[in-house]
Structures are given as structure tokens and as C-alpha cells.
């Protein structure tokens, strides 16, 4: 059976979450990776069901509380965000506060404190976004821009290995009908694209990647992906200085 590399990572985390389902089931309190995937799994589960991001976000937060998981683990696992696949298209779920309960603060097991600021790179290039989908669409830090939502229109030539501009694990929301200016910064480190939609699962700078990804990209209908007449092209930080 040949499956990609997200389709793995589906079942990997429906693994983890029937095991957190099972020892759920014989009176056992869950730990963090456990909780975390259980809250997952089931936005992902009602994603297929056909429930909209709202009702699917609604049931990830129903299906723990406090008693059923470790002490402090209401404290590491105040947020849980996944890509799910939903009848218009694979979207970001951020699932907040998805135990409740009382929070210990900083003093709780595996607290996050904040560290000395540090000075965000500037954008190397800035496009105008616009979501012509019905719903919001967010994306996050370090995602593929190239391969965000299809009903986002934008230069996807000029967003090929790049990434938002923001810190590390926030995201940025497109509304219904708008046009948002973002910045973006190359992809960093060994620039291999695994997963996110598809259309690279390999190195951003692999001869040819660039012009099949493109190809493939305006194969499955993504906006963007084909020059069109008037386009507002990605804008350089070294062109404009």
C-alpha cells in the first residue's frame, strides 16, 4: 500500500491516540503525548465526518477534562494544533485550553518560560494574499508557503521555499474575500519540503523542483500557480533597497 508521507503521519497519530484511548478505558490518567494526540485524533476524525473547522475544533475540546489526564499536563498542553483534511480542504485547527481545569502557573511540570527577546529577520520578499475560499484560512511559521490553501491567490513562483515571516509557531489568518500583504523568509536549514501538500516531498533546490512543483501545482487547480495578467509578483528586500 503506498502511502505519502502525511498519510503516515495520519496513522502514526491514530496509533497513539487509540493506545490513549485504551488506557483511558482501563481507568488510566493520560501524559502529555497521550492527551496531545487523543485531542488531535478526534479533530481529525470529525474533519471526516464532514463537521466544519468550528464543530470539529468544539469536539477536540470536549473530550478531556482534567481528571483524565496526569497532574501539570493541563499546564504543557494548553494549545494543540493540526492540519486537518475537511470537505474544502486541508486547514489549520488550533484546539486552546483543550483540558481546562486550574493552572499551576510557572511552577507547573514542564512550564514554558519566556527567555531573553531576540530580533526577528527581516522579509526577504512581500506578497499580496488574497483568500477567495468562503472560510478563513490560516498558515502557519514554518509551512510551505508555495503549497498553502488552493483558494489562496498569490505568486506561487515567488513564494517557492519560503515561509512566513513570524515567530516560530504562530500563524497567519486570511478572512473570506480579503487581501492581506505578508512577509516571507527562505526555508532554512537542509530546504527538503516533506509532506505539506504534496508538491515538492524533496529538496527545494533539487534541479527541476521548482518548475514540477509548479507544474503540479497548477495541475490540481491552486490559484496562483500560472502567471496571469496584472499579478502583483512577490517584491525583494534587495530590489527595493
Known sequence: ????????????????????????????????????????????????????LAEAVAAARAVLGPDDVLPGVADVVTEVHVEAVFDDGSRLAVV?????GPSAGPDAPGALLPGPGYDEPAARTTLTVRNTAAVPVSVTSHFHFFEANPRLDFDRAAAYGMRLCVPAGSSVRFDPGGEAEVGLVPIGGDRIAIGFAGLVDGPLDAPGAKEEALRRAAACGYLGAEPAPGRRTGTGAEETA
Not at 505519502?4 to 478505558?25: H, N, Q, S, V, Y
Request: proline share 5%; aromatic share 2%.
Open 1 to 52: 500500500m503506498r502511502l505519502t508521507p502525511t498519510e503516515r503521519d495520519r496513522l502514526l497519530l491514530f496509533g497513539a491516540a487509540e493506545l490513549a484511548r485504551a488506557r483511558r478505558a482501563r481507568g488510566l490518567r493520560l501524559n502529555v503525548p497521550e492527551a496531545t494526540a487523543l485531542v488531535a485524533d478526534t479533530v481529525c476524525e470529525a474533519a471526516r465526518d464532514g463537521l466544519r
Open 96 to 100: 486552546t485550553d483543550p483540558i481546562g
